[in-house]
C-alpha cells in the first residue's frame, strides 16, 4: 500500500502506527493541509518569470487569462470555505455554484477582470489563508465527520483533496501554454518577473515549508532527526543561516551595488559550521531568527521597484544575476526542505515545482 492509500483509510478519529510515525486524526489533517499548500507553491511557482502582459493579457485558457484563473481559484476557496463551515455549524449548504459551475465561474472572472493583478493575488492568499486557519482551529472529529448531501459524499478530507486536485489542473495548464509559446523563461540567474507574482511565490513557498514543518511534533523539533543528523531546529536555522546571506546581498543591490557577500565554496563546511553555531540556541531563538531573517528580506524587495529586479549584477556564485533571481533562491530553497520534512514524516511527493 502506498502513502496516499495508507493515509487516506484513516478513519474518523482512529490513530495507526505507520514505520515510526504515528498517524493521530492531528497528524492526517496536517498532512491534508500541507499537500493543500504545496499544490498552491507550485501553482504560483508557474508563474514565475513572466512580466504582467501574458499575466493578464494573454489568453491561456479559453479566453480566460492567467490572473482569471487566479480568480476563478480563489473564488472556488470562498467558496469552499463557506460552504464547509455551513456545514459545520449544522445549517443547509447552497449548491448552486456546483449546479451551474459554468454560470458561477463567468460571473467570478466578469466581477475580476477589470482588477489589476496586485488585488487578484491578494484575494488568492486571503481567500486561502481565511479557510485554512478555520480548517487547522476546527474541533478534529468535526473534521473528519462522514457528511452526504443528496447522495453525494462532502467529507471535508475529499473536499481538501478536490481543492490541491483543482490547482494542480490549473498550474499543468499554464505550464502546457507557456511550453507551446517558448515561455520557458530566461536562465534562472537572469530572469526578472512580475514582482507581485514573486512576493506571493514567496508566501506560497513559505507556507509549504511551514505546514511541512507542522508534521513535525513540538516534542520532537530539537531532538529527531529530519535531515541526515539535523533536527527541525537545525533546519529552520540553516535555512535563516542563508536567507541572512541572502538579505545582505539584496540589499547591496537595491543600492545599485553588487552584492558583496562572502564567497561560499565549500558548501558542505559552511553548513557544518553555522549549524554548530547554533547547537545551544533554543528552539524559540532558532524559530524567532527565522521569521527575522524573512521578514528583513521583504522588507528590501517590497522596497524595490519592478525595475530594479531585473538589474544584472555580477556576483560571487556567478557571472550576471537579477535581485528577481537572488530571492528566487530562497523561494527554491523552502520547497526543496518542505518536501524532504514531507518524505521523512511518511508524506508522498508533493505537486511538481
Not at 483509510?9 to 498532512?31: A, K, L, M, W, Y
Not at 518577473?193 to 507556507?207: I, P
Not at 528580506?297 to 556576483?315: C, W
Request: aromatic share 10%; glycine share 4%; charged share 25%.
Amino acid at each position: 500500500m502506498d502513502n496516499a492509500q495508507n493515509v487516506a483509510s484513516v478513519p474518523g478519529t482512529q490513530t495507526v502506527t505507520r514505520g515510526s510515525t504515528r498517524e493521530t486524526p492531528d497528524f492526517h489533517r496536517s498532512f491534508l493541509i500541507s499537500h493543500l499548500a504545496a499544490a498552491r507553491a507550485a501553482l504560483l511557482g508557474k508563474l514565475l518569470g513572466l512580466d504582467e502582459q501574458p499575466l493578464t493579457e494573454a489568453p491561456v485558457l479559453d479566453h480566460w487569462t492567467i490572473k482569471d484563473i487566479l480568480a476563478h481559484i480563489a473564488a472556488w476557496d470562498r467558496w469552499e470555505y463557506q460552504t464547509m463551515r455551513r456545514m459545520a455549524e449544522g445549517e443547509s449548504p447552497d449548491f448552486a455554484a456546483v449546479q451551474d459551475v459554468d454560470r458561477f465561474n463567468a460571473a467570478v472572472v466578469a466581477t475580476w477582470r477589470e482588477r489589476p493583478l496586485g488585488e487578484v493575488l491578494a484575494e488568492l492568499e486571503d481567500a486561502r489563508a481565511t479557510w485554512v486557519a478555520w480548517l487547522q482551529a476546527l474541533p478534529v472529529e468535526e473534521f473528519f465527520q462522514r457528511r452526504r448531501y443528496d447522495n453525494y459524499d462532502w467529507s471535508f478530507p475529499d473536499c481538501l483533496r478536490v481543492q490541491w486536485e483543482h490547482d494542480t489542473e490549473h498550474a499543468e495548464q499554464i505550464a502546457a501554454w507557456r511550453e507551446a509559446r517558448g515561455l520557458r523563461g530566461e536562465p534562472w540567474n537572469t530572469q526578472t518577473g512580475s514582482k507581485e507574482v514573486l512576493l506571493a511565490a514567496l508566501a506560497a513557498a513559505r507556507e509549504e515549508l511551514l505546514t511541512a514543518a507542522a508534521l513535525v511534533p513540538p516534542e520532537e523539533r530539537t531532538s529527531r532527526r529530519v535531515c541526515g543528523e539535523w533536527t527541525l531546529k537545525d533546519v529552520l536555522g540553516h535555512i535563516a543561516d542563508w536567507e541572512w546571506l541572502g538579505v545582505e546581498g539584496l540589499r547591496h543591490m537595491a543600492a545599485g551595488q553588487p552584492p558583496q557577500v562572502e564567497h561560499v565554496e565549500d558548501v558542505d563546511a559552511w553548513n557544518r559550521a553555522h549549524a554548530e553555531a547554533r547547537h545551544e540556541q533554543s528552539w524559540d531563538e532558532v524559530w524567532a531568527d527565522f521569521h527575522a531573517a524573512r521578514r528583513a528580506l521583504l522588507a528590501i524587495l517590497e522596497g524595490m521597484d519592478q525595475d530594479d529586479l531585473g538589474r544584472l549584477f555580477s556576483t560571487p556564485w556567478v557571472d550576471q544575476c537579477t535581485p528577481y533571481a537572488w530571492a528566487f533562491v530562497h523561494l527554491a530553497h523552502d520547497r526543496e526542505h518542505a518536501e524532504d520534512l514531507r518524505k521523512v514524516c511518511g508524506v508522498e511527493k508533493a505537486p511538481d515545482a
